[in-house]
C-alpha cells in the first residue's frame, strides 16, 4: 500500500524525499541522541487506502507542529519545521476570515505601537492559516522560520538569532515583513 523511510530531519533529506513524492507523517517528539536529531517518517502512498490514511496522518502532523512547537519541538531548528509544513498538502478551505480585533492589532505592532508580545495571538492565528489553508508559499523560507521559532517555539530574538545566524533586530524586521505579506494576501 505504501514505501516508506525514517531518518533523522535534516532539511535536506526531507527536501529529497519530498520531491520524490514522499509525505512527512511522523516527527519524533524526542531527539535520538545516537542519531543527533530528531526522527522523521515519509511515505509515499500506492493505493487510495494509503493515501486517505497519509492525509490524515499529515493532517495531524501539522496540527502538531502548529500547536506544540513551543513544548514538544521548541529545541528543533525552526528552518527544519518550516521545511515539513511547507511539503504537507493544504486543506480545500479557508476557514474564517482575519478577526478584524487581530487585524487592528497587528497594525499597531508594525507602525510599532504595540510589542511583539501584545500581538502574539494574532501573529499564531495568520501563521496557522498560513501554513493550515494558503496553496502558495509567498513567504521566504527565512521569514516563516522567523515566525516558527518566535510565534510556535516560543523563542526569544535572541535565540532565534542564533539558529539562523543573523542578528536579532533583523530577526524581527524578518518578522515585520512577513506579517506585511500575510495582512496584504489574506
Known amino acids: 500500500d505504501w514505501v516508506g523511510s525514517s531518518f533523522s530531519s535534516d532539511v535536506r533529506v ?35 487506502l494509503a493515501s486517505k490514511i497519509s492525509s490524515r496522518a499529515s493532517e495531524l502532523l501539522r496540527e502538531k507542529i502548529l500547536r506544540t512547537s513551543h513544548q514538544v519541538y521548541f529545541n528543533v531548528n525552526p528552518l527544519t519545521l518550516d521545511t515539513i509544513l511547507r511539503s504537507l498538502p493544504v486543506k480545500d478551505t479557508s476557514g474564517e476570515i482575519l478577526p478584524e480585533e487581530y487585524k487592528s492589532k497587528l497594525e499597531a505592532y508594525l507602525s510599532g505601537y504595540l510589542p511583539y508580545n501584545a500581538v502574539a495571538d494574532a501573529v499564531h492565528y495568520l501563521l496557522y492559516k498560513y501554513f493550515t489553508y494558503s496553496r502558495e508559499r509567498f513567504l521566504d523560507p527565512i521569514e516563516e522560520a522567523v515566525l516558527i521559532a518566535r510565534t510556535l517555539q516560543g523563542k526569544s530574538w535572541y535565540h532565534i538569532s542564533l539558529y539562523l545566524d ?11 515583513s512577513a506579517l506585511v505579506k500575510l495582512l496584504g494576501k489574506m
Do not use: C, D, T
Open 14 to 48: 526531507i527536501q529529497f524525499w519530498v520531491k520524490n513524492g514522499f509525505i512527512p507523517v511522523h516527527l519524533s517528539s524526542r531527539k535520538n541522541e545516537g542519531l543527533n536529531g530528531y526522527s522523521i517518517i515519509v511515505i509515499k502512498p500506492l493505493s487510495e
Open 166 to 176: 543573523i542578528k536579532p533586530r533583523i530577526a524581527e524586521e524578518y518578522m515585520r
